[in-house]
Structures are given as structure tokens and as C-alpha cells.
Nanobody, 123 residues
Framework: QVQLVESGGGLVQAGGSLRLSCAASGRTFSSYTMGWFRQAPGKEREFVVA????????YYADSVKGRFTISRDNAKNTVYLQMNSLKPEDTAVYYC????????????????WGQGTQVTVSS
């Protein structure tokens, strides 16, 4: 049974930082592209960043480029999202997801999803 579990969300002031984690189980983590998405109230789920299975390819949404960094530790079956210089508009539920294949920004291209972790940035 594939399971993705996010953690690390919380309340932070604008300009602050958070690090999200996503622990995977149930299949060979190192074979899968990992992505982070977010969804704010009343909005569609939005692509944030994704990293290839080997870690050699990453793709960031323009809105987070230069502020967010994705990394993965295949030995720990975990992917991380370091979020710096947070803005109120980053407030959302953040989800990790995985897929077999190349990096894609489309939510429908991902196979499994975590339950999400809330990030709230106050102004």
C-alpha cells in the first residue's frame, strides 16, 4: 500500500521559513518523480515544484523560484520542501505526490497523493 505523509506545516510570519517533509512507503521511492502542489481556499490545486527520481532534474513554478528548494533523500524515502521568504500568498494546503516518469506540472499526471499539510503565512 502506497502512502505519502506530509509534515512540517504551520503558522509563520511573512519573511519566515518552513521545511516540509513527505515520507513515502509502499513502493520503491527512488524510482519515482516527486512533486509538491498547493491549494488555497477557493482555488485550484497549483503546481509548486517537482524533482526527478534521480534528483538531477527539477522544475519550479515561477511564483516560488528562488525562495523554495526541493530535495530528496532516497535512503530515507523522504522528499523535502524548504520554503524561505514566505509570503501571505503562499498560504495553502501543501501536498506531495509521486509518479513514474518524467517531471510534469499537471496534477493529473501524479499517481499517489498525501493528505496535505497546512501552511499559513501571516502578514
Amino acid at each position: 500500500q502506497v502512502q505519502l505523509v506530509e509534515s512540517g506545516g504551520g503558522l509563520v510570519q511573512a519573511g519566515g521559513s518552513l521545511r516540509l517533509s513527505c515520507a513515502a512507503s509502499g513502493r520503491t521511492f527512488s524510482s519515482y518523480t516527486m512533486g509538491w502542489f498547493r491549494q488555497a481556499p477557493g482555488k485550484e490545486r497549483e503546481f509548486v515544484v517537482a524533482m526527478s527520481w534521480s534528483g538531477d532534474r527539477t522544475y519550479y513554478a515561477d511564483s516560488v523560484k528562488g525562495r523554495f528548494t526541493i530535495s530528496r533523500d532516497n535512503a530515507k524515502n523522504t522528499v523535502y520542501l524548504q520554503m524561505n521568504s514566505l509570503k501571505p500568498e503562499d498560504t495553502a494546503v501543501y501536498y506531495c505526490a509521486d509518479r513514474r516518469g518524467l517531471v510534469t506540472t499537471t496534477p493529473g499526471g501524479y499517481d499517489y497523493w498525501g493528505q496535505g499539510t497546512q501552511v499559513t503565512v501571516s502578514s
